[in-house]
């Protein structure tokens, strides 16, 4: 995590000794950026609390590549041993099973259930698990109590 919080420091010309926490909204955007948010009209509460947003969705961006990589390594050994296992997350937030909803996840991919279940349940992100069983494809929503079938839609 260090190593990629370095590397961008110096891609981005930022000093290596200033934390990631003390940077500026002027470090964190550039000035077009700055000019189509309309930084100037904001109050410097609203200002801190962007600035607070962007370093906690620049972090939130690294845990996730971080992930990918270890679900990667999760996926080809999981072929080598003649199974898939697809990891993900939910992409925002999963507002429970309906008998017919739809999980976008954070790879990308779309499914649609296709199991009758019913149970209303809000969960921001969640680590989905889908794997295939003699019936089709599983999916196992982390926060939930029952793994639902599905299908992919996209």
Not at 41 to 53: F, G, H, I, P
Not at 111 to 118: E, T
Request: proline share 2%.
């Amino acid at each position: 995590m260090k190593i990629l919080v370095i590397i961008f420091a110096a891609l981005y010309g930022i000093s290596f000794c200033q934390p990631l926490k003390d940077l500026s909204l002027e470090q964190l955007l550039t000035k077009e950026e700055q000019d189509l948010i309309g930084l100037s009209k904001l109050t410097d509460s609203e200002q801190e609390n962007l600035r607070l947003l962007i370093i906690e969705k620049y972090l939130l961006g690294f845990n996730e590549a971080e992930q990918k990589t270890t679900e990667d390594k999760g996926k080809k050994d999981c072929k080598e041993k003649g199974t898939e296992i697809i990891s993900s997350r939910v992409k925002g937030g999963f507002h429970g099973w309906d008998g017919e909803t739809i999980v976008k996840l954070r790879n990308g991919q779309t499914w649609k259930q296709i199991g009758f279940y019913f149970h209303p349940q809000y969960l921001y992100m969640p680590k989905v698990k889908i794997y295939k069983s003699d019936s089709g494809f599983m999916m196992d929503i982390e926060g939930t109590k029952k793994t639902v079938k599905v299908r992919r839609v996209f």
